[in-house]
């Protein structure tokens, strides 16, 4: 995540949302964006469906795999998995606050034992090569979040972590639901910015209620990177700001309109292959925000895409509503 670039834009691992499709599609919009998997856990990695579970596209480059576990034995054994696929950075979650991740003992849970996440984090780097991160919360329940964080960044970093991705909000692990805990606790960024003071030459990020790359970079002075989550998926079109603002370069399509037509042979072989249109079009509901047409856009993809054998003409036919009322509009 922090090798090659003074400062990174991410889109943060988010269960059910970023899966290879979805990050296939928000390439289309930067070439320069680091991409995250969903959640898998270790366990998942080394028994189940390898290809389902970690296959994806070259064209995803760079991408990272976020993994869930809290043994470093099998966290060991996951990572090599990962890095023979192909990944370019490992991520370990330290922050999802749901029961069944905490059942697993795995997630935000383990900000209270900063020693086991660091021999977690041990057991990796000494497997593979590629940089290992950690995605953490600033504290859980009644944590002081100055100690909590501290804690774990310093075990982390001693352990050989390669950079912190800090969700700077707490997690309340009794009494909220996953939803509540991605908006109610507050948000704390200047815990964030103390921890980057105290360690200058540790790469830091920040996560939580970001909701555009001008606010995220206004709340990141200082810091080494931004993640977005929900502000990305909902309005995927703001990561085309991504190339030019961050790396000085176009982004890779005109408009959207342009990028939706490069993106159409990959949705092509998707259909050939047995896939079903709506596996992809559920990412692009969010797309034209603001134009006319936007509104039947969506609706076409919800109703029409969803229908067995639907094909790109679905897609092109709801674009082209869109494009119809821009030129009225114009």
Same mark, same amino acid.
């Given at each position: 995540m922090f090798r090659n670039q003074s400062f990174?834009?991410?889109?943060?691992?988010?269960?059910?949302?970023t899966d290879r499709h979805c990050r296939a599609f928000h390439r289309t919009f930067s070439r320069h964006a680091l991409l995250y998997t969903e959640m898998v856990t270790a366990p998942a990695v080394i028994h189940g469906d390898r290809a389902r579970l970690l296959g994806f596209s070259e064209a995803e480059h760079p991408v990272a795999v976020q993994l869930g576990g809290s043994d470093?034995?099998?966290?060991?054994?996951?990572?090599?998995?990962?890095?023979?696929? %192909?990944?370019?950075?490992?991520?370990?979650?330290?922050?999802?606050p749901s029961d069944r991740v905490q059942g697993g003992n795995f997630g935000a849970c383990l900000m209270r034992e900063p020693q086991l996440v660091a021999e977690c984090v041990a057991a990796m780097k000494g497997a593979v090569a590629l940089p290992v991160t950690v995605k953490c919360r600033i504290g859980v329940d009644d944590q002081d979040p100055e100690e909590a964080l501290d804690t774990l960044a310093d075990a982390v970093l001693a352990a050989g972590c390669d950079g912190l991705i800090v969700h700077a909000r707490k997690a309340w692990l009794n009494g909220l639901s996953p939803?509540?805990?991605?908006?109610?606790?507050?948000?704390?960024?200047d815990r964030v910015r103390r921890l980057k003071a105290r360690l200058p030459h540790v790469p830091v990020a920040l996560n939580g209620g970001l909701e555009s790359l001008a606010q995220g970079l206004s709340e990141a002075e200082g810091l080494d990177g931004i993640m977005l989550g929900r502000a990305a998926y909902h309005s995927p079109e703001l990561l085309a700001e991504v190339d030019p603002v961050l790396h000085g370069v176009p982004a890779p399509h005109a408009d959207t309109f342009a990028a939706l037509e490069a993106f159409e042979p990959y949705i092509a072989r998707h259909l050939e292959a047995g896939g079903r249109l709506s596996d992809i079009t559920r990412h692009m509901l969010g797309l034209f925000g603001g134009k006319k047409g936007a509104r039947i856009f969506r609706r076409r993809l919800s109703t029409e895409a969803?229908?067995?054998?639907? %094909?790109l003409?679905?897609?092109?036919?709801?674009?082209?509503?869109?494009?119809s009322r821009d030129r009225l509009a114009a």
């Open positions: 990174t834009l991410s889109v943060a691992p988010m269960m059910d949302w470093p034995a099998l966290l060991a054994q996951a990572a090599r998995v990962c890095a023979d696929f %192909g990944y370019d950075e490992i991520n370990l979650n330290v922050g999802c939803r509540e805990n991605r908006d109610i606790p507050p948000l704390d960024y969803i229908i067995p054998g639907a %094909g003409d679905v897609l092109r036919g709801a674009v082209d509503e869109v494009r």
